[in-house]
């Protein structure tokens, strides 16, 4: 079974400089999807950005990027310019290619923005 | 185009009663997902519907929760009786049916439930 880990339960930054959140996840298969998920305060969990594990190319949404490392199974999110909106709770997420289409969640990173 | 909706956003229940979850997808969104978070844990899936079809149940914990979807459109999830360890927030998603390197799964706001 595919499992995702969050390890920092809690990141801070200062508005406007760059933050790095972590995440790690374990499978056997080759073709799979990760995905950034954001959940601001008492509002609807929204996808940030996602990675087609196929493709080699980070992908990136304006100010937020992943670095995507398949061999390490490492899938990190930066946001660059942080902004007060960006305080929110973050969730990694992997889903398989084949078959089931349900999403794997790590634990979540709590993200505050120091103004 | 209105968001996934659930309903109550709110419930504090007793041990032992039953709660009825309610979860109206954005219209036309062919899958329809369960998922929970029980409190500083990952969310975990529940269930996976497409249409009014059961596709996927792995992850009932119980046989005390019931997940129905009326002619495939708005999806209920009843836990009878309820637990202590049913707390949690419970989180619905929706997307459209196609193939699954397009799909992004779009979420309701979630129920957030407290057995007492």
């Known amino acids: 079974a595919q499992t995702v880990t969050q390890s920092q339960p809690e990141m801070s930054v200062q508005e406007a400089e760059t933050v790095t959140l972590s995440c790690t996840y374990d499978?056997?298969?080759?073709?799979?999807?990760l995905f950034w998920y954001k959940q601001p305060p008492s509002r609807q969990m929204i996808l940030v950005i996602r990675?087609?594990?196929?493709?080699?190319q980070n992908a990136t949404e304006n100010r937020f990027s992943v670095n995507f490392q398949k061999a390490a199974k490492s899938f990190s999110l930066k946001i660059s310019d942080s902004q007060l909106g960006d305080a929110a709770m973050y969730f990694c997420a992997y889903r398989s290619a084949q078959g089931a289409q349900k999403l794997v969640f790590g634990q979540g990173t709590r993200l505050t923005i120091n103004p | 185009e209105a968001g996934v909706t659930q309903f109550p956003s709110h419930s504090v229940i007793e041990k032992g009663q039953t709660v009825t979850l309610r979860c109206d997808p954005i219209s036309g969104h062919d899958n329809l997902y369960w998922y929970r978070r029980v409190m500083g844990k990952e969310i975990k899936f529940l269930l996976h519907f497409v249409k009014e079809s059961k596709q996927d149940e792995s992850g009932m914990p119980n046989n005390r929760f019931l997940a129905e979807r009326t002619g495939g459109t708005y999806s209920t999830l009843k836990v009878q009786p309820a637990e202590l360890e049913d707390s949690g927030v419970y989180f619905c998603?929706?997307?459209?049916?196609?193939?699954?390197?397009?799909?992004?799964?779009?979420f309701g706001p979630g129920t957030r439930l407290l057995v007492l």
């Open positions: 998603a929706s997307s459209r049916f196609g193939t699954a390197r397009r799909e992004t799964q779009y």
């Open positions: 990675q087609e594990a196929y493709k080699q």
């Open positions: 499978t056997s298969e080759s073709d799979y999807y």
